[in-house]
């Protein structure tokens, strides 16, 4: 199994959420950077989906079973056409997932399509940054910066919220951020 990124450590929501990820189920890591949250996945046994404009971070992984590495840019504006529709990206309209996990990416046209990616009881676990996050530096553009509560306004009537945080943190660097785990379906969620 390949070690863990020593640059970047999993996040500690990350980390809190992902066992409850069906066992052995496929995780899509979108906007991977360097395979934090794929590393994670991987080491706990699922099959993992890396996907990002940039694959440099991961390069290590290719060819690793049960990774597989995805370059693709998902800001692109045919792609976005293809979300209205259902796709992720680059990713087969049929693809299913039963967890997805964001963190430090924000496109807001990716959300319908991350949201039917879900498979029944798939989890969503989303962490980046917020308003306010300006003080701290970058991101600082309001494109880049969720508004209050849209995490929650994005899964309304379609997931249930499992957790959902928003505020000032000072780990791994102070920062203002939104963070959600939401499970697809209507069974009653584990506690």
């Known amino acids: 199994m390949p070690t863990p990124h020593p640059l970047s450590p999993p996040s500690p929501w990350v980390e809190r959420f992902a066992p409850l990820v069906r066992a052995g189920g496929p995780v899509l890591d979108l ?23 940039d694959l440099g971070g991961v390069a290590d992984l290719e060819g690793t079973a049960g990774i597989t590495l995805i370059q693709g840019d998902l800001e692109r504006s045919d792609l976005e056409t293809a979300d209205s529709a259902g796709r992720l990206g680059p990713l087969p ?3 299913r997932f039963a967890g997805i996990v964001v963190t430090n990416y924000l496109h807001r046209p990716l959300f319908p399509a991350l949201l039917a990616a879900l498979e029944p009881g798939g989890v969503l676990i989303y962490e980046t940054f917020a308003d306010g996050n300006a003080r701290f530096g970058r991101p600082s553009s309001p494109d880049f910066l969720l508004r209050r509560g849209e995490l929650l306004e994005a899964v309304r009537g379609v997931l249930q919220v499992v957790a959902f945080e928003q505020g000032e943190v000072s780990a791994p660097k102070p920062a203002v951020v939104q963070r959600i785990c939401a499970v697809a379906g209507d069974d009653p969620l584990p506690l």
């Open 31 to 53: 906007a991977c950077g360097g395979g934090r949250h794929l590393r994670l996945f991987h080491r706990l046994g699922h099959p993992v989906v890396g996907l990002d404009c």
């Open 93 to 95: 309209a049929d693809a």
